[in-house]
């Protein structure tokens, strides 16, 4: 209550409250996921599917990428692309790996090209490695 000129006035606060739309929460459902998986118990593996994930969502932003640093992922669903990193070489100055993807759950596994770049008078900066996963998702992944 407000004492205005010796009256007591109620206040009345009014809020927006987020209505849950079951068509809105239905339709992010529905979206397209991509379930990335990465190579936890390698070490130096990190900062390459960082930069994977990065490439993976500017190469097709109306798909929710999930990640699941515990190696299990999610079941597929149709419309799901599944993208696993197989890194065979991680180094300072040499990363060299490919991708296996899978669209849905009928779908066989395939195998991306395995590549490979080095670097000689530098180490690897994040900007080296983005162009290396862009290249993976580029030559491995085709979005629909």
């Given at each position: 209550?407000?004492?205005?000129?010796?009256?007591?006035?109620?206040?009345?606060?009014?809020a927006?409250?987020?209505s849950?739309?079951?068509?809105?929460?239905?339709?992010?459902?529905?979206?397209?996921?991509?379930?990335?998986?990465?190579?936890?118990?390698?070490?130096?593996?990190?900062?390459?599917?960082?930069?994977l994930?990065?490439s993976?969502?500017?190469?097709?932003?109306?798909?929710?990428?999930?990640?699941?640093?515990?190696?299990?992922t999610?079941?597929?669903?149709?419309?799901?692309?599944?993208?696993?990193?197989?890194v065979?070489?991680?180094?300072?100055r040499?990363?060299?790996?490919?991708?296996?993807?899978?669209?849905?759950?009928?779908?066989?596994w395939?195998n991306?090209?395995?590549?490979?770049?080095?670097?000689?008078?530098?180490?690897?900066?994040p900007?080296?490695?983005r162009?290396?996963?862009?290249?993976?998702?580029?030559?491995?992944?085709?979005?629909?």
């Amino acid at each position: 209550m407000l004492k205005f000129a010796g009256l007591f006035l109620p206040i009345f606060i009014f809020a927006a409250i987020p209505s849950t739309d079951a068509a809105a929460m239905s339709q992010t459902q529905a979206q397209n996921r991509i379930l990335l998986d990465c190579p936890a118990d390698l070490p130096g593996s990190e900062p390459v599917c960082d930069a994977l994930e990065q490439s993976l969502r500017a190469a097709s932003p109306d798909h929710v990428l999930v990640r699941d640093a515990s190696g299990r992922t999610p079941p597929l669903q149709a419309g799901d692309l599944s993208v696993i990193l197989r890194v065979s070489t991680v180094s300072a100055r040499s990363i060299a790996g490919h991708l296996e993807t899978r669209e849905g759950s009928e779908s066989d596994w395939t195998n991306g090209p395995e590549l490979r770049s080095d670097v000689m008078d530098t180490e690897f900066s994040p900007a080296l490695i983005r162009a290396f996963t862009d290249e993976l998702v580029r030559t491995s992944v085709i979005f629909e």
